[in-house]
């Protein structure tokens, strides 16, 4: 028998005044699901902030793979909020999730960058 593994866990601290310090992690495939849940999440805790600055780690180290509403979701959440997100580190491995956060990189306003050690990515966030 084969066992499907699907999860999302997104948390969300403010730090001071605008600063936002959001974990994002992501087990199996990203699902247009998962978007519907999570982008609620970041935009209640942004609410009511004029400029807010978003620090996020995403944990893909267990992430397969990505729909492609999933990644539609993913550009609309971009064209709306992308201007908020100042990095995001993305923790995985080499290959795809390295080539897709340099895509990333080129095409948002975001500091982009990937990462194999977590710790290593906390840091260069804290920077």
Known sequence: M???RHGLTIGVERHGKDDFFVVLKVVGTLTHEDYER?????????EGVKDP?????????E????EARAMWDDLKLGI??????????VVGKPGW???LTKLADWF????????????????WLGD
């Open 80 to 89: 709306k909020h992308g201007r908020h997100f100042e990095k995001i580190a």
């Open 38 to 46: 999570m982008v609620p999440v970041l935009e209640g805790a942004i």
């Open 2 to 4: 084969t066992t499907l």
């Open 108 to 123: 948002t306003p975001a500091d982009a960058r990937f990462f194999v050690d977590r710790q290593d990515a906390l840091e």
């Open 63 to 66: 992430l397969e793979g990505w």
């Open 53 to 61: 600055d978003i620090y996020m780690l995403v944990d893909a180290t």
């Open 97 to 99: 999730q390295e080539w």
